[in-house]
Protein backbone atom coordinates (compact mmCIF):
# COMPACT_ATOMS: atom_id res chain seq x y z
CA UNK A 1 0.00 0.00 0.00
CA UNK A 2 1.54 3.15 -0.89
CA UNK A 3 1.50 5.92 1.60
CA UNK A 4 1.02 9.73 1.73
CA UNK A 5 1.90 12.22 3.81
CA UNK A 6 -0.53 15.11 4.29
CA UNK A 7 0.68 18.63 5.47
CA UNK A 8 -1.71 20.97 6.23
CA UNK A 9 -2.46 23.76 8.63
CA UNK A 10 -5.98 23.19 8.28
CA UNK A 11 -7.95 20.49 10.77
CA UNK A 12 -11.11 19.77 8.58
CA UNK A 13 -8.80 19.71 5.39
CA UNK A 14 -6.72 16.86 6.52
CA UNK A 15 -9.74 15.17 7.51
CA UNK A 16 -11.26 15.34 4.28
CA UNK A 17 -7.96 15.09 1.96
CA UNK A 18 -7.83 11.46 4.43
CA UNK A 19 -10.97 10.12 4.01
CA UNK A 20 -11.06 10.68 0.05
CA UNK A 21 -7.30 8.92 -0.32
CA UNK A 22 -8.04 6.36 2.79
CA UNK A 23 -10.92 5.32 0.31
CA UNK A 24 -9.08 4.98 -2.25
CA UNK A 25 -6.81 2.20 -1.50
CA UNK A 26 -4.09 5.06 0.54
CA UNK A 27 -2.67 4.76 3.79
CA UNK A 28 -2.58 8.40 4.53
CA UNK A 29 -0.58 9.98 7.64
CA UNK A 30 -1.72 14.09 8.31
CA UNK A 31 0.11 15.99 10.23
CA UNK A 32 -0.59 19.68 11.12
CA UNK A 33 2.80 21.52 10.08
CA UNK A 34 5.52 21.66 8.76
CA UNK A 35 7.75 20.62 11.44
CA UNK A 36 6.23 17.50 12.33
CA UNK A 37 6.18 16.66 8.58
CA UNK A 38 10.39 16.90 8.94
CA UNK A 39 9.85 14.53 12.29
CA UNK A 40 7.90 12.21 10.65
CA UNK A 41 10.11 11.53 7.93
CA UNK A 42 12.38 11.31 9.35
CA UNK A 43 11.24 8.04 11.44
CA UNK A 44 9.58 6.53 8.27
CA UNK A 45 9.47 6.46 4.73
CA UNK A 46 6.61 8.26 2.42
CA UNK A 47 6.09 7.58 -1.33
CA UNK A 48 3.92 11.40 -1.83
CA UNK A 49 3.76 14.41 -0.11
CA UNK A 50 0.81 16.46 -0.13
CA UNK A 51 1.90 20.18 1.45
CA UNK A 52 -0.30 23.60 1.51
CA UNK A 53 1.81 26.46 0.59
CA UNK A 54 0.65 28.49 3.29
CA UNK A 55 1.17 27.16 6.77
CA UNK A 56 2.55 29.19 10.00
CA UNK A 57 5.95 28.38 10.73
CA UNK A 58 8.07 26.97 7.94
CA UNK A 59 5.73 27.14 4.93
CA UNK A 60 5.41 24.86 2.31
CA UNK A 61 8.14 26.02 0.14
CA UNK A 62 10.72 25.89 3.17
CA UNK A 63 9.21 22.41 3.80
CA UNK A 64 9.84 20.82 0.28
CA UNK A 65 13.97 22.38 0.70
CA UNK A 66 14.38 20.91 3.78
CA UNK A 67 12.40 17.21 2.35
CA UNK A 68 14.86 17.93 -0.58
CA UNK A 69 17.35 18.16 1.53
CA UNK A 70 17.19 14.90 3.20
CA UNK A 71 17.69 13.30 -0.34
CA UNK A 72 14.67 10.85 -0.05
CA UNK A 73 13.29 9.58 -3.32
CA UNK A 74 9.45 11.01 -2.47
CA UNK A 75 7.27 13.02 -4.95
CA UNK A 76 5.95 15.95 -3.84
CA UNK A 77 2.70 17.73 -4.95
CA UNK A 78 2.32 21.26 -3.81
CA UNK A 79 -1.32 22.54 -2.72
CA UNK A 80 -1.52 26.17 -3.70
CA UNK A 81 -4.13 29.00 -4.35
CA UNK A 82 -2.11 30.26 -7.16
CA UNK A 83 0.56 28.29 -9.46
CA UNK A 84 1.35 31.00 -11.76
CA UNK A 85 3.69 32.95 -9.63
CA UNK A 86 7.02 31.50 -8.06
CA UNK A 87 7.08 28.23 -9.48
CA UNK A 88 9.74 25.59 -7.71
CA UNK A 89 11.93 23.16 -9.70
CA UNK A 90 12.21 20.87 -6.26
CA UNK A 91 8.21 20.10 -6.94
CA UNK A 92 6.84 17.29 -8.91
CA UNK A 93 3.30 19.12 -9.68
CA UNK A 94 1.18 21.54 -8.17
CA UNK A 95 -2.90 21.03 -7.38
CA UNK A 96 -4.60 24.49 -7.24
CA UNK A 97 -6.90 25.28 -4.26
CA UNK A 98 -9.64 24.71 -4.18
CA UNK A 99 -9.46 21.59 -6.27
CA UNK A 100 -12.44 18.74 -7.02
CA UNK A 101 -11.80 15.21 -5.64
CA UNK A 102 -11.60 13.97 -9.26
CA UNK A 103 -8.43 16.07 -9.48
CA UNK A 104 -6.74 15.17 -6.35
CA UNK A 105 -7.31 11.97 -7.10
CA UNK A 106 -6.38 11.85 -10.24
CA UNK A 107 -2.88 13.63 -9.33
CA UNK A 108 -2.45 10.96 -7.00
CA UNK A 109 -2.74 8.34 -9.07
CA UNK A 110 -0.45 10.12 -11.77
CA UNK A 111 2.33 10.56 -9.06
CA UNK A 112 2.03 6.92 -7.50
CA UNK A 113 0.92 4.64 -10.76
CA UNK B 1 1.56 140.97 -25.87
CA UNK B 2 -1.90 142.41 -26.03
CA UNK B 3 -0.94 144.69 -23.44
CA UNK B 4 2.01 145.78 -24.97
CA UNK B 5 0.04 146.36 -27.91
CA UNK B 6 -2.42 148.43 -26.04
CA UNK B 7 0.32 150.84 -24.43
CA UNK B 8 2.04 151.22 -27.70
CA UNK B 9 -1.71 152.31 -29.14
CA UNK B 10 -1.79 154.56 -26.01
CA UNK B 11 1.39 156.16 -26.91
CA UNK B 12 0.41 156.24 -30.87
CA UNK B 13 -2.82 158.59 -29.10
CA UNK B 14 -0.77 161.21 -27.31
CA UNK B 15 1.86 161.21 -30.36
CA UNK B 16 -1.11 162.02 -32.76
CA UNK B 17 -2.82 164.67 -30.02
CA UNK B 18 0.57 166.56 -30.47
CA UNK B 19 0.63 166.29 -34.27
CA UNK B 20 -3.11 167.84 -34.43
CA UNK B 21 -2.46 170.71 -32.40
CA UNK B 22 1.29 171.58 -34.49
CA UNK B 23 -1.12 171.08 -37.23
CA UNK B 24 -3.86 173.62 -36.23
CA UNK B 25 -1.15 175.88 -35.23
CA UNK B 26 -0.09 175.40 -39.20
CA UNK B 27 3.44 173.72 -38.25
CA UNK B 28 4.24 170.32 -39.97
CA UNK B 29 6.52 168.46 -37.88
CA UNK B 30 8.13 166.12 -40.29
CA UNK B 31 10.08 164.24 -37.53
CA UNK B 32 6.50 163.18 -35.12
CA UNK B 33 5.05 162.14 -38.61
CA UNK B 34 7.57 159.91 -39.23
CA UNK B 35 8.04 158.49 -35.87
CA UNK B 36 4.38 158.15 -36.11
CA UNK B 37 4.61 156.16 -38.71
CA UNK B 38 7.00 153.69 -37.58
CA UNK B 39 5.30 153.16 -34.33
CA UNK B 40 2.09 152.51 -36.61
CA UNK B 41 4.08 150.06 -38.54
CA UNK B 42 5.51 148.08 -35.69
CA UNK B 43 1.96 147.73 -33.61
CA UNK B 44 0.63 146.18 -36.71
CA UNK B 45 3.08 144.04 -37.04
CA UNK B 46 2.37 143.10 -33.41
CA UNK B 47 -1.00 142.56 -33.83
CA UNK B 48 0.14 140.31 -36.54
CA UNK B 49 2.01 138.19 -34.25
CA UNK B 50 -0.71 138.03 -31.82
CA UNK B 51 -3.47 137.06 -34.10
CA UNK B 52 -1.09 133.96 -35.47
CA UNK B 53 -0.20 133.54 -31.89
CA UNK B 54 -4.05 132.96 -31.29
CA UNK B 55 -4.48 130.82 -34.53
CA UNK B 56 -1.84 128.78 -32.94
CA UNK B 57 -3.13 128.23 -29.49
CA UNK B 58 -6.50 127.78 -31.14
CA UNK B 59 -4.82 124.74 -32.89
CA UNK B 60 -3.16 123.34 -30.31
CA UNK B 61 -6.19 123.06 -28.03
CA UNK B 62 -8.24 121.28 -31.30
CA UNK B 63 -5.48 118.85 -30.82
CA UNK B 64 -5.59 118.24 -27.11
CA UNK B 65 -9.07 117.68 -27.65
CA UNK B 66 -8.32 115.24 -30.07
CA UNK B 67 -6.17 113.34 -27.83
CA UNK B 68 -8.47 113.56 -25.10
CA UNK B 69 -10.97 112.19 -27.34
CA UNK B 70 -8.52 109.14 -27.99
CA UNK B 71 -7.57 108.87 -24.31
CA UNK B 72 -11.68 108.28 -23.77
CA UNK B 73 -11.25 105.56 -26.85
CA UNK B 74 -8.11 103.66 -25.34
CA UNK B 75 -10.09 103.66 -21.82
CA UNK B 76 -13.30 102.38 -23.10
CA UNK B 77 -11.27 99.92 -24.95
CA UNK B 78 -9.48 98.75 -22.04
CA UNK B 79 -12.51 98.54 -20.07
CA UNK B 80 -14.67 96.30 -22.54
CA UNK B 81 -11.13 94.09 -22.31
CA UNK B 82 -10.76 94.19 -18.73
CA UNK B 83 -14.58 93.09 -18.25
CA UNK B 84 -14.67 90.71 -21.63
CA UNK B 85 -14.26 86.74 -20.70
CA UNK B 86 -14.21 85.61 -24.01
CA UNK B 87 -11.48 86.17 -27.58
CA UNK B 88 -14.69 86.71 -29.74
CA UNK B 89 -16.12 89.67 -26.99
CA UNK B 90 -12.19 91.12 -27.20
CA UNK B 91 -11.85 91.27 -31.04
CA UNK B 92 -15.63 92.55 -31.53
CA UNK B 93 -14.81 95.46 -29.04
CA UNK B 94 -11.82 95.68 -30.66
CA UNK B 95 -13.40 96.62 -34.34
CA UNK B 96 -16.25 98.81 -32.62
CA UNK B 97 -13.34 101.11 -30.89
CA UNK B 98 -11.50 100.78 -33.99
CA UNK B 99 -14.59 101.49 -35.84
CA UNK B 100 -14.38 105.41 -33.71
CA UNK B 101 -10.66 106.06 -34.59
CA UNK B 102 -11.56 105.06 -38.10
CA UNK B 103 -14.76 104.89 -40.05
CA UNK B 104 -14.33 102.07 -42.34
CA UNK B 105 -16.31 99.74 -44.05
CA UNK B 106 -15.68 96.41 -42.98
CA UNK B 107 -13.30 94.55 -41.03
CA UNK B 108 -11.33 91.30 -40.10
CA UNK B 109 -8.94 89.82 -37.51
CA UNK B 110 -7.31 86.77 -38.18
CA UNK B 111 -5.77 84.98 -34.57
CA UNK B 112 -2.42 82.81 -34.68
CA UNK B 113 -3.79 79.50 -33.93
CA UNK B 114 -1.42 78.72 -30.30
CA UNK B 115 -1.06 74.84 -31.55
CA UNK B 116 -1.19 74.67 -35.16
CA UNK B 117 0.47 78.50 -36.19
CA UNK B 118 -1.52 78.87 -38.69
CA UNK B 119 -3.95 82.25 -38.95
CA UNK B 120 -7.45 81.66 -38.61
CA UNK B 121 -10.48 84.02 -39.11
CA UNK B 122 -11.78 84.69 -36.00
CA UNK B 123 -13.92 87.96 -36.40
CA UNK B 124 -15.34 89.74 -39.44
CA UNK B 125 -17.44 92.19 -39.73
CA UNK B 126 -19.73 93.68 -42.88
CA UNK B 127 -16.89 91.77 -45.55
CA UNK B 128 -18.45 89.98 -48.34
CA UNK B 129 -16.88 86.61 -49.47
CA UNK B 130 -15.11 88.30 -52.33
CA UNK B 131 -13.48 90.69 -49.61
CA UNK B 132 -13.02 87.87 -47.18
CA UNK B 133 -10.92 85.77 -49.85
CA UNK B 134 -8.38 88.94 -50.31
CA UNK B 135 -7.72 88.82 -46.48
CA UNK B 136 -6.73 85.40 -47.11
CA UNK B 137 -4.78 86.21 -50.12
CA UNK B 138 -2.80 88.67 -47.96
CA UNK B 139 -1.74 85.86 -45.25
CA UNK B 140 -1.13 83.22 -48.19
CA UNK B 141 1.21 85.69 -50.34
CA UNK B 142 3.21 86.61 -46.99
CA UNK B 143 2.10 90.18 -46.75
CA UNK B 144 0.66 89.93 -43.72
CA UNK B 145 4.19 88.02 -42.63
CA UNK B 146 6.06 91.11 -43.79
CA UNK B 147 3.88 93.49 -41.54
CA UNK B 148 4.54 91.20 -39.16
CA UNK B 149 7.93 91.64 -38.97
CA UNK B 150 7.40 95.54 -39.62
CA UNK B 151 5.69 95.59 -36.34
CA UNK B 152 3.24 98.65 -37.69
CA UNK B 153 0.19 99.05 -39.50
CA UNK B 154 0.52 99.20 -43.09
CA UNK B 155 -2.02 100.21 -45.85
CA UNK B 156 -2.43 98.08 -48.65
CA UNK B 157 -4.20 99.48 -51.97
CA UNK B 158 -7.01 97.14 -53.29
CA UNK B 159 -4.53 96.19 -56.71
CA UNK B 160 -7.90 96.07 -59.26
CA UNK B 161 -8.93 99.61 -58.09
CA UNK B 162 -5.57 100.70 -58.39
CA UNK B 163 -5.31 100.94 -62.17
CA UNK B 164 -8.32 103.24 -62.33
CA UNK B 165 -7.16 106.09 -59.46
CA UNK B 166 -4.23 105.30 -57.52
CA UNK B 167 -5.17 108.21 -55.50
CA UNK B 168 -7.76 107.43 -54.19
CA UNK B 169 -8.07 103.46 -54.21
CA UNK B 170 -10.10 101.23 -52.36
CA UNK B 171 -8.13 99.15 -49.74
CA UNK B 172 -6.95 97.91 -46.41
CA UNK B 173 -4.87 98.75 -43.65
CA UNK B 174 -3.65 95.78 -41.79
CA UNK B 175 -2.89 96.41 -38.31
CA UNK B 176 -0.78 93.88 -36.62
CA UNK B 177 -1.60 92.01 -33.31
CA UNK B 178 1.37 91.57 -31.10
CA UNK B 179 2.43 92.22 -27.88
CA UNK B 180 6.12 92.61 -26.85
CA UNK B 181 6.76 88.82 -27.31
CA UNK B 182 4.46 87.32 -29.18
CA UNK B 183 2.44 87.51 -32.75
CA UNK B 184 -1.30 87.18 -31.89
CA UNK B 185 -2.95 88.11 -35.17
CA UNK B 186 -3.82 90.95 -37.30
CA UNK B 187 -6.53 93.18 -37.79
CA UNK B 188 -7.56 94.17 -41.19
CA UNK B 189 -9.74 97.33 -41.64
CA UNK B 190 -11.70 98.01 -45.21
CA UNK B 191 -11.59 101.52 -46.22
CA UNK B 192 -12.96 103.03 -49.74
CA UNK B 193 -10.60 105.92 -49.73
CA UNK B 194 -7.07 105.05 -48.29
CA UNK B 195 -5.68 108.53 -49.10
CA UNK B 196 -8.31 110.19 -46.65
CA UNK B 197 -5.93 109.46 -44.06
CA UNK B 198 -3.72 111.47 -41.66
CA UNK B 199 -2.08 108.37 -41.69
CA UNK B 200 0.22 108.89 -38.58
CA UNK B 201 -2.12 109.70 -36.19
CA UNK B 202 -4.95 107.36 -37.08
CA UNK B 203 -1.87 104.52 -37.20
CA UNK B 204 -0.28 105.16 -34.37
CA UNK B 205 -3.98 105.04 -32.76
CA UNK B 206 -4.79 101.72 -34.63
CA UNK B 207 -1.67 99.99 -33.28
CA UNK B 208 -2.07 101.28 -29.66
CA UNK B 209 -5.55 99.69 -29.71
CA UNK B 210 -4.49 96.61 -31.62
CA UNK B 211 -1.72 95.87 -29.44
CA UNK B 212 -4.27 96.61 -25.89
CA UNK B 213 -6.33 93.81 -27.99
CA UNK B 214 -3.24 91.33 -28.47
CA UNK B 215 -2.71 91.45 -24.68
CA UNK B 216 -5.98 90.45 -23.69
CA UNK B 217 -6.19 87.89 -26.26
CA UNK B 218 -2.50 86.60 -25.18
CA UNK B 219 -4.21 86.55 -21.47
CA UNK B 220 -7.34 84.48 -22.81
CA UNK B 221 -5.11 82.24 -24.29
CA UNK B 222 -2.67 81.56 -21.44
CA UNK B 223 -5.79 81.40 -19.07
CA UNK B 224 -7.24 78.46 -21.15
CA UNK B 225 -3.70 77.18 -21.33
CA UNK B 226 -3.97 77.24 -17.27
CA UNK B 227 -7.19 75.47 -17.16
CA UNK B 228 -6.81 73.06 -19.95
CA UNK B 229 -3.65 72.05 -17.98
CA UNK B 230 -5.11 72.19 -14.46
CA UNK B 231 -8.46 69.75 -15.78
CA UNK B 232 -5.77 67.50 -16.96
CA UNK B 233 -3.90 67.82 -14.16
CA UNK B 234 -6.88 66.98 -11.83
CA UNK B 235 -7.93 63.93 -14.35
CA UNK B 236 -4.34 62.49 -14.12
CA UNK B 237 -4.78 63.11 -10.65
CA UNK B 238 -8.04 61.10 -10.78
CA UNK B 239 -6.21 58.35 -12.72
CA UNK B 240 -3.65 58.15 -10.14
CA UNK B 241 -6.05 57.62 -7.14
CA UNK B 242 -7.61 55.60 -9.24
CA UNK B 243 -4.50 53.52 -9.81
CA UNK B 244 -3.86 53.35 -6.26
CA UNK B 245 -7.59 51.97 -5.15
CA UNK B 246 -7.19 49.59 -7.94
CA UNK B 247 -4.10 48.31 -6.05
CA UNK B 248 -5.24 48.46 -2.38
CA UNK B 249 -8.06 46.67 -3.89
CA UNK B 250 -5.96 44.22 -5.65
CA UNK B 251 -3.90 43.29 -2.02
CA UNK B 252 -7.15 43.12 -0.03
CA UNK B 253 -8.89 40.78 -3.11
CA UNK B 254 -5.77 38.49 -2.92
CA UNK B 255 -5.98 38.52 0.89
CA UNK B 256 -9.97 37.80 1.46
CA UNK B 257 -9.30 34.82 -1.93
CA UNK B 258 -6.30 33.09 -0.15
CA UNK B 259 -8.56 32.79 3.03
CA UNK B 260 -11.67 31.81 1.03
CA UNK B 261 -10.01 28.92 -0.74
CA UNK B 262 -9.25 27.21 2.44
CA UNK B 263 -13.47 26.73 3.86
CA UNK B 264 -14.32 26.46 -0.25
CA UNK B 265 -11.47 23.44 -0.52
CA UNK B 266 -13.49 21.75 2.94
CA UNK B 267 -16.93 22.63 1.20
CA UNK B 268 -16.30 20.96 -2.42
CA UNK B 269 -14.43 18.24 -1.28
CA UNK B 270 -17.14 17.22 1.64
CA UNK B 271 -19.91 17.69 -0.63
CA UNK B 272 -18.45 15.73 -3.68
CA UNK B 273 -17.21 13.16 -0.77
CA UNK B 274 -21.27 13.33 -0.13
CA UNK B 275 -22.44 12.79 -3.43
CA UNK B 276 -20.35 9.48 -3.57
CA UNK B 277 -22.34 7.79 -0.76
CA UNK B 278 -25.67 9.08 -0.96
CA UNK B 279 -28.33 7.97 -3.37
CA UNK B 280 -31.59 9.22 -2.35
CA UNK B 281 -32.40 11.78 -4.92
CA UNK B 282 -33.57 14.74 -3.19
CA UNK B 283 -30.44 14.55 -0.86
CA UNK B 284 -28.33 14.21 -4.45
CA UNK B 285 -30.16 17.16 -5.71
CA UNK B 286 -29.51 19.26 -3.32
CA UNK B 287 -26.04 18.41 -2.76
CA UNK B 288 -25.39 19.11 -6.77
CA UNK B 289 -26.72 22.61 -6.24
CA UNK B 290 -24.35 23.30 -3.59
CA UNK B 291 -21.54 21.86 -5.42
CA UNK B 292 -22.07 23.64 -7.84
CA UNK B 293 -22.52 27.43 -6.31
CA UNK B 294 -19.45 26.36 -4.26
CA UNK B 295 -17.83 26.16 -7.64
CA UNK B 296 -19.43 29.57 -8.93
CA UNK B 297 -17.72 31.10 -5.87
CA UNK B 298 -14.39 29.60 -7.00
CA UNK B 299 -14.88 30.80 -10.25
CA UNK B 300 -15.22 34.22 -8.93
CA UNK B 301 -12.44 33.95 -6.14
CA UNK B 302 -10.40 32.84 -9.23
CA UNK B 303 -10.91 35.85 -11.47
CA UNK B 304 -10.59 38.18 -8.63
CA UNK B 305 -7.43 36.86 -8.33
CA UNK B 306 -6.39 37.22 -12.08
CA UNK B 307 -8.06 40.74 -12.23
CA UNK B 308 -5.38 42.01 -9.68
CA UNK B 309 -2.60 39.94 -10.71
CA UNK B 310 -1.53 43.07 -12.42
CA UNK B 311 -1.22 44.46 -8.85
CA UNK B 312 0.81 41.68 -7.74
CA UNK B 313 2.97 40.94 -10.45
CA UNK B 314 6.02 43.10 -8.33
CA UNK B 315 8.05 40.38 -8.97
CA UNK B 316 11.62 41.46 -9.94
CA UNK B 317 14.02 39.05 -11.08
CA UNK B 318 17.25 39.27 -12.89
CA UNK B 319 16.47 38.74 -16.31
CA UNK B 320 18.24 39.27 -19.48
CA UNK B 321 16.75 42.62 -21.30
CA UNK B 322 17.74 40.49 -24.98
CA UNK B 323 15.37 37.58 -23.82
CA UNK B 324 12.20 40.14 -23.60
CA UNK B 325 13.27 41.91 -26.35
CA UNK B 326 13.14 38.69 -28.88
CA UNK B 327 9.72 37.77 -26.89
CA UNK B 328 7.76 41.07 -27.98
CA UNK B 329 9.88 40.84 -30.99
CA UNK B 330 8.21 37.39 -31.46
CA UNK B 331 4.35 38.58 -30.76
CA UNK B 332 4.86 41.66 -33.18
CA UNK B 333 5.76 39.60 -35.96
CA UNK B 334 2.53 39.33 -37.51
CA UNK B 335 1.96 43.03 -37.50
CA UNK B 336 5.58 43.44 -38.72
CA UNK B 337 5.08 41.78 -42.14
CA UNK B 338 1.54 43.08 -42.37
CA UNK B 339 2.60 46.65 -42.85
CA UNK B 340 6.01 45.68 -44.41
CA UNK B 341 8.43 46.47 -41.42
CA UNK B 342 11.99 45.38 -41.46
CA UNK B 343 13.52 44.29 -38.59
CA UNK B 344 16.96 44.60 -37.77
CA UNK B 345 18.34 43.36 -34.43
CA UNK B 346 21.81 44.50 -33.50
CA UNK B 347 22.20 42.81 -29.85
CA UNK B 348 25.83 43.49 -28.55
CA UNK B 349 26.86 39.92 -26.69
CA UNK B 350 27.71 40.25 -23.07
CA UNK B 351 24.98 42.75 -21.76
CA UNK B 352 24.58 41.66 -18.45
CA UNK B 353 21.24 40.68 -17.16
CA UNK B 354 19.48 42.75 -15.26
CA UNK B 355 16.78 42.78 -12.11
CA UNK B 356 13.53 44.01 -13.94
CA UNK B 357 10.31 43.07 -13.89
CA UNK B 358 9.64 41.50 -16.83
CA UNK B 359 6.15 41.76 -17.28
CA UNK B 360 6.52 45.81 -17.28
CA UNK B 361 9.33 45.87 -19.48
CA UNK B 362 7.30 43.72 -21.82
CA UNK B 363 5.01 46.23 -21.66
CA UNK B 364 7.70 49.22 -22.57
CA UNK B 365 8.99 47.28 -25.84
CA UNK B 366 5.15 46.41 -26.90
CA UNK B 367 4.24 49.95 -26.54
CA UNK B 368 7.32 51.20 -28.51
CA UNK B 369 7.13 48.42 -31.37
CA UNK B 370 2.84 49.44 -31.52
CA UNK B 371 4.31 53.72 -31.77
CA UNK B 372 6.96 52.57 -34.32
CA UNK B 373 4.08 50.05 -36.68
CA UNK B 374 1.81 52.95 -36.57
CA UNK B 375 4.38 55.64 -37.52
CA UNK B 376 6.05 53.31 -40.85
CA UNK B 377 1.93 52.40 -41.69
CA UNK B 378 3.13 52.16 -45.39
CA UNK B 379 6.11 50.12 -44.18
CA UNK B 380 9.94 50.98 -43.37
CA UNK B 381 12.79 49.35 -41.18
CA UNK B 382 12.94 49.20 -37.23
CA UNK B 383 15.68 49.09 -35.65
CA UNK B 384 16.42 47.66 -31.99
CA UNK B 385 20.07 47.75 -30.79
CA UNK B 386 21.13 46.41 -27.15
CA UNK B 387 24.26 47.03 -25.75
CA UNK B 388 26.21 48.06 -22.24
CA UNK B 389 28.38 51.00 -21.59
CA UNK B 390 29.24 50.64 -17.98
CA UNK B 391 27.60 51.37 -15.88
CA UNK B 392 24.28 51.66 -17.78
CA UNK B 393 22.43 49.20 -20.31
CA UNK B 394 20.83 50.90 -23.80
CA UNK B 395 18.23 49.89 -25.52
CA UNK B 396 17.81 51.82 -28.83
CA UNK B 397 14.12 51.45 -30.42
CA UNK B 398 14.47 53.07 -33.73
CA UNK B 399 12.04 53.88 -37.12
CA UNK B 400 12.10 55.50 -40.01
CA UNK B 401 8.57 56.88 -39.72
CA UNK B 402 6.97 60.14 -40.01
CA UNK B 403 8.36 61.37 -36.91
CA UNK B 404 7.17 63.42 -33.98
CA UNK B 405 6.74 67.31 -34.61
CA UNK B 406 9.24 69.52 -32.90
CA UNK B 407 6.23 70.75 -30.52
CA UNK B 408 4.86 67.68 -29.59
CA UNK B 409 8.00 66.32 -28.32
CA UNK B 410 8.32 67.92 -25.29
CA UNK B 411 4.42 66.29 -24.79
CA UNK B 412 4.65 63.16 -25.72
CA UNK B 413 4.92 61.45 -22.26
CA UNK B 414 2.00 63.84 -20.67
CA UNK B 415 -0.74 61.54 -19.94
CA UNK B 416 -3.74 61.77 -22.69
CA UNK B 417 -1.62 63.41 -24.88
CA UNK B 418 -1.94 61.55 -28.36
CA UNK B 419 -2.07 62.79 -32.20
CA UNK B 420 -3.83 59.85 -32.81
CA UNK B 421 -7.33 59.64 -33.74
CA UNK B 422 -8.97 58.05 -30.09
CA UNK B 423 -9.65 54.84 -31.66
CA UNK B 424 -6.15 54.42 -32.67
CA UNK B 425 -4.42 55.61 -28.80
CA UNK B 426 -5.21 56.53 -25.53
CA UNK B 427 -2.15 59.08 -25.33
CA UNK B 428 -1.42 56.66 -21.69
CA UNK B 429 0.74 54.40 -23.71
CA UNK B 430 4.19 56.34 -23.87
CA UNK B 431 2.99 58.05 -19.73
CA UNK B 432 2.80 54.05 -18.35
CA UNK B 433 6.08 53.00 -20.37
CA UNK B 434 7.84 56.44 -18.54
CA UNK B 435 6.41 55.22 -15.19
CA UNK B 436 7.70 51.77 -15.67
CA UNK B 437 11.05 52.71 -16.72
CA UNK B 438 11.28 55.41 -14.05
CA UNK B 439 10.44 52.83 -11.43
CA UNK B 440 13.08 50.85 -12.60
CA UNK B 441 15.57 53.26 -11.58
CA UNK B 442 16.34 54.17 -15.54
CA UNK B 443 15.55 56.76 -18.19
CA UNK B 444 14.31 57.39 -21.06
CA UNK B 445 14.48 59.97 -24.02
CA UNK B 446 13.41 60.48 -27.61
CA UNK B 447 15.10 61.85 -30.40
CA UNK B 448 13.04 62.83 -33.73
CA UNK B 449 13.06 64.65 -37.10
CA UNK B 450 9.82 64.67 -39.38
CA UNK B 451 10.00 62.93 -42.19
CA UNK B 452 12.92 60.69 -41.02
CA UNK B 453 11.65 59.02 -38.09
CA UNK B 454 12.10 58.39 -34.38
CA UNK B 455 14.66 56.82 -31.80
CA UNK B 456 13.56 56.00 -28.46
CA UNK B 457 16.93 55.13 -25.76
CA UNK B 458 16.21 53.50 -22.95
CA UNK B 459 19.09 53.54 -20.19
CA UNK B 460 19.25 51.27 -17.41
CA UNK B 461 21.81 51.22 -14.79
CA UNK B 462 22.77 47.86 -13.65
CA UNK B 463 23.87 49.46 -10.30
CA UNK B 464 20.35 50.43 -9.69
CA UNK B 465 18.62 47.43 -11.27
CA UNK B 466 21.08 45.02 -9.34
CA UNK B 467 20.10 46.30 -5.87
CA UNK B 468 17.56 44.70 -3.75
CA UNK B 469 14.54 45.66 -2.36
CA UNK B 470 12.53 46.79 -5.72
CA UNK B 471 8.84 45.24 -4.91
Known sequence: MKKILLVDDEESIREVFAEILTEEGYQVATVENGDEGLKLLAKEPFDLILVDKKMPGIDGFDFVRQVRAMNRPVKIVLITGSISENPLKEVDAYLAKPCEIDELISMVQKMLP | ?471
Open chain 2, 1 to 471: MFRALQSKKAQLFERLQVLRQNASAGKLDERLFHQIETELEEVFNDADQTLSNLNHEKAVSYDLKDSLNQLLVVQHLSEVISRTKSVQEILSGLCNIAQRVLPFSGAAVYLIDPKTRNYTLSFSLRLNDEQLAITRRHIDEGIVDWVMSEKRAVAVPDLNELKEDSGNARGCIIVPLQTSEKKIGILEIWREKLQELRASTHFDMLEFLARQAAIAVENNQLYEEVREATELFKKSQLQIIQAEKMAAMGVMASGVAHEINNPLQIILARVQLMLRKIHEAEAKANLKLIERETLRISEIVTSMLRYTKQQRQTNMQHVSLEAIVKDVLVLMQQKFSLHKIEVDTDFEPGVPQLLLNAGEIEQVFLNLFENATHAMKNGGRLKVRLYAREPDVFAEVEDTGYGIARENISQIFVPFFTTKSPQEGTGLGLFLCYGIIERHGGRIHVESTVGKGTKFVLRFSVHETSGEGHS
